[in-house]
């Protein structure tokens, strides 16, 4: 019963085996990488610039069709250009980053959504907005584990300063020029994730791995290393259940899987006790010191 | 005597607007100030000078033998998150930035310093507490055992007192004693004209101009109180242009 429910479809299909190291490569490079997107308050920062990537991938794909390579290079520049230019903005003009970034995001998004419309049809924007996991070659797969491995070492490298600049920005600034660098790295580190998110996921629901089981996790975890791995557990479980779903109900993979994070999330802001709405209302025991 | 910091004409400000003009007075190494003004003078506009966080308009500060590692500097307590998910411990190990830097390993003898300061103020048995739980008067403790582990030789701290109860106050200002015996330089921006009599020898009275600048009996006369507020008021025109650095 439960060979043919859960081990089955990956051991009769090829394309189930590799939809899951696709999945399980996004969710051990995006989950940490949200984690700190979240501590930053920066959630939606994650969520503007899923959509800044798209006019990249819209050139690429426009350069040499449904490229890997183009698309991927192509997301990548205009990622990094819209995180640059909001960030410019901020800093020379009166303007908060959050407004900048949305108008630079707003105006990318429109241009990427005209230019796949210009030459591709509807399928081809689909397969851009909602990603096609199903069909993931070994080309994918290679980039997203390497973009998965890269990341995990650049936060380990970088986690004590990306701690500090995400808790006390003030205090780093005060003791070291690493700030700066800091950011910048991590803004990269955003951006590289949902490029190779959105091979899998697309570029809409790339972001919902990074975001949703980090923001559910904070009901479970209260340090920084208990937040990551309980992010990450969440989003294996997403994928593979959101894989699953999708196989017996044929239902679109990509969004199946951000929902079944949703529902953990929504599950988790109820029940979890770091926070929940039942720890918020039931009465507590004193803390003892 | 030599001193520890120099402000040279130093003119300091936002949008071009001056919230500290033409500054000229020298902090003397191992002195204890004051910095003291009705509000929007130009006190935290000063600090931001020293730590480089704002580049002056004009002129500038001269550190003696002091680099910038030598100087450790506490912010008013609004610009931390509280509800990061960090544990006392690690907030006051922060301090130690400079001898372990980003990658360094917290080893034995570093674990026993942090215990050691968190000792000083007053938090032992508080280690494991994530800092949201922590009271305003605990926070400040924890910060100043930061500051204790950054060993530092210039400390500035911004209005350190405001939203404290006196227990706390009365120790930190033992932390602040100690400082002020082991020969560091402390500048500290404070709005209570008797806490700045009982426990500071020197003062610096702004009013975006120096007023005052010495002993603080000397300094914190009635006239000279009285002369910085009008000053200010006089300066001030419209309210958003002294008014920005006012808190």
């Not at chain 1, 019963?1 to 399980?24: H, K, N, S, T, Y």
């Not at chain 2, 507020?229 to 006012?246: F, I, K, L, N, T």
């Amino acid at each position: 019963m439960i060979w043919e429910i859960v081990i089955q479809p990956f051991a009769d299909f090829g394309f189930m085996r590799r939809a899951l190291l696709g999945c399980i490569a996004v969710s051990l490079g995006a989950t940490p990488v949200g984690v700190f997107l979240m501590l930053r308050r920066m959630s939606l920062t994650g969520d503007a610039m899923a959509h800044a990537i798209l006019p990249g991938a819209a050139v690429g794909f426009l350069i040499s069709g449904l490229s890997l390579g183009a698309m991927t290079v192509g997301g990548l520049i205009a990622g990094m250009a819209v995180a640059l230019l909001s960030g410019l903005v901020t800093r020379v003009t009166a303007l908060r980053e959050d407004a900048s970034l949305a108008a630079f995001y707003l105006i990318s998004l429109a241009l990427g959504v005209l230019i796949v419309s210009t030459r591709g049809s509807n399928v081809d924007l689909m397969h851009v907005l909602f990603g096609t996991v199903l069909a993931l070659n070994n080309d994918a797969l290679v980039l997203l584990c390497s973009i998965a491995s890269l990341s995990v070492l650049v936060l380990a490298v970088l986690f004590r300063p990306l701690v500090l600049e995400c808790a006390d920005p003030q205090f780093l600034r005060s003791v070291s020029k690493l700030s700066a660098v800091t950011h910048f790295t991590f803004l990269s580190l955003v951006v590289l994730n949902l490029v190779g998110g959105f091979h899998a996921l697309g570029t809409l629901m790339a972001v919902g791995i990074m975001i949703l089981p980090a923001a559910a996790a904070r009901f479970w975890a209260k340090s920084i290393g208990g937040l990551i791995l309980v992010a990450v557990a969440i989003a294996f479980l997403s994928s593979l259940s959101g894989l699953l779903l999708s196989y017996h109900y044929s239902l679109p993979s990509g969004p199946a899987i951000i929902l079944v994070a949703g529902i953990i999330y929504a599950v988790s802001l109820v029940l979890g006790p770091a926070g929940g709405l039942i720890a918020q209302v039931l009465p507590r025991r004193p803390l003892q010191n | 005597m030599t001193s520890a910091l120099a402000f040279r004409d130093l003119t300091l400000g936002y949008d071009r607007l001056p919230a500290v003009q033409q500054l000229h007075a020298d902090i003397a190494e191992g002195s204890l100030t004051a910095i003291f003004g009705p509000n929007g003078a130009g006190k935290s506009t000063l600090l931001k000078g020293v730590t480089g966080a704002l580049a002056p308009l004009q002129g500038n500060v001269e550190f003696g033998a002091l680099e910038r590692g030598d100087i450790a500097y506490l912010p008013q307590q609004s610009d931390i998150d509280r509800t990061f998910p960090l544990s006392v411990v690690d907030l006051v190990a922060m301090g130690l930035w400079h001898e372990i830097g980003p990658f360094g390993w917290l080893g034995k003898k570093q674990r026993a310093r942090v215990d050691a300061a968190l000792a000083s103020v007053g938090l032992t048995g508080l280690e494991s507490r994530p800092i949201g739980s922590l009271s305003g008067g605990q926070m400040q403790r924890a910060l100043f055992a930061r500051l204790l582990l950054q060993d530092a030789r210039l400390v500035l701290l911004d209005e350190p007192f405001t939203a404290i109860d006196a227990r706390t106050m009365a120790d930190l200002l033992d932390v602040i004693r100690s400082w002020h015996t082991e020969g560091r330089t402390v500048l500290a921006v404070l709005h209570d004209a008797e806490t700045v009599r009982a426990h500071f020898p020197e003062t610096l009275l702004l009013a975006r101009e120096l007023v005052a600048h010495g002993p603080t009996e000397q300094v914190l006369t009635v006239e000279n109180q009285f002369r910085a507020r009008q000053m200010c008021e006089a300066c001030a025109g419209p309210p958003h242009v002294c008014g920005r650095d006012a808190a």
